[in-house]
């Protein structure tokens, strides 16, 4: 069975970094697109940053690039979300997801209705 399990929340200043962690277990990364997800108090769930471990493609929401960066280690089966420069609009729970399909990723990120298998959230909240 496929499953992800996220930690590293927490609550950070603005400027502050964070970096979220997904253990997935029950798939391997070479065949599936892997991603972060989240959501805000009265907001729909979006795609923050997916990857292709196999190519190391990433995509990322606008509202992130630069400040975040999504990793993987392959060995550890294991997903990373980096985020740095964190700003109070960056407070949401966040989600891992992975989908079967490495195709694409850009359209998919933009769509969570695309994405099979989610861990449960972490909740983030940035504030001074």
């Known amino acids: 069975d496929v499953q992800l399990q996220a930690s590293g929340g927490g609550s950070a200043q603005p400027g502050g970094s964070l970096r979220l962690s997904c253990a997935a277990s029950?798939?391997?990364?070479?065949?599936?697109?892997i991603g972060w997800f989240r959501q805000a108090p009265g907001k729909e769930r979006e795609g923050v940053s997916c990857?292709?471990?196999?190519?190391?493609?990433?995509h990322y929401v606008d509202s992130v690039k630069g400040r975040f960066t999504i990793s993987t280690d392959h060995a550890k089966n294991m997903l990373y979300l980096q985020m740095n420069n964190l700003k109070p609009e960056d407070t949401a729970v966040y989600y891992c997801?992975?989908?079967?399909?490495?195709?694409?990723?850009?359209?998919?990120?933009?769509?969570?209705?695309?994405?099979?298998?989610w861990g449960q959230g972490t909740l983030v909240t940035v504030s001074s």
């Open positions: 029950g798939f391997s990364f070479d065949d599936y697109a």
């Open positions: 990857i292709n471990s196999n190519d190391g493609t990433t």
């Open positions: 997801a992975a989908e079967y399909s490495l195709v694409q990723l850009r359209q998919r990120l933009a769509n969570p209705n695309l994405w099979g298998y």
